[in-house]
């Protein structure tokens, strides 16, 4: 069901920058890009989402490739509050969100 | 997420009973998704629902799941005779209105089903 790849895990270090990839080959023109994150015993958090141009907002940015096949959330500084399941997700005029296994994010301090 | 209001939060049920989740979803959203997360993987879509009308249910097992969105009330998914393989985290998720898919959905905190 998953139309996204993104890697199994990540570590990063405390108050550093984090890029967490996210790869979608197989994206529409209609398809927006969401992230999401789900701390533990949780529900998923909507992070950010873009359709073409890289956006910012007061938890992260996302940069777009310009073919659209990728995509980027960068965490600008690392807090142990980030330490989540991060989820790409292509959301198109239907009704689906298709979330795929994530990537856990671990933050070390 | 306190926006969206599931219950209960635990839910613990012997095979054959039956379960009933709830979803209250945000003030002003007429849109209800249903996902179920078992332990260790990611989301699985379930059903789409309106008020009063089911728009998706793709993802819901045809015997002995069901779910509603009346017009007044919670969303409801109903699963009957549960066994073993129906434990997992249910999460309900609502957005505003169709066609705005640009707009995230906002999920509530889920309900953690255990069949004995």
């Known amino acids: 069901d998953a139309k996204t790849t993104q890697p199994n895990s990540m570590e990063s270090n405390e108050e550093e920058p984090v890029h967490l990839p996210c790869n979608h080959s197989?994206?529409?023109?209609?398809?927006?890009i969401h992230w999401y994150r789900q701390l533990p015993s949780q529900g998923p958090e909507y992070v950010i989402h873009?359709?073409?141009s890289n956006v910012n907002n007061r938890m992260a940015s996302l940069a777009i490739a310009e073919d659209r096949k990728s995509s980027t959330l960068i965490l600008h500084r690392a807090t142990l509050r980030d330490a989540a399941v991060y989820y790409c997700i292509l959301r198109d005029t239907g009704n689906q969100f298709y979330f795929g296994t994530g990537t856990s994010l671990t933050v070390i301090p | 997420n306190a926006g969206v209001m599931q219950n209960p939060r635990h839910l613990v049920r012997r095979r054959g009973q039956e379960a009933r989740l709830r979803c209250s979803p945000m003030k002003g959203h007429s849109h209800v998704y249903w996902y179920r997360q078992l332990p260790e993987e990611g989301l699985k879509f379930m059903v789409y629902l309106q008020k009063e009308n089911i728009i998706d249910e793709s993802g819901m097992p045809k015997e002995r799941f069901s779910a509603e969105f009346p017009k007044e009330g919670p969303s409801i998914l109903r699963i009957q005779q549960v066994v073993r393989g129906d434990s997992a985290a249910y999460f309900c998720a609502s957005s505003p209105r169709q066609g705005t898919y640009n707009s995230p959905l906002h999920f509530g905190n889920g309900t953690r089903l255990t069949v004995t």
């Open positions: 873009g359709l073409t």
């Open positions: 197989t994206i529409s023109g209609t398809d927006y």
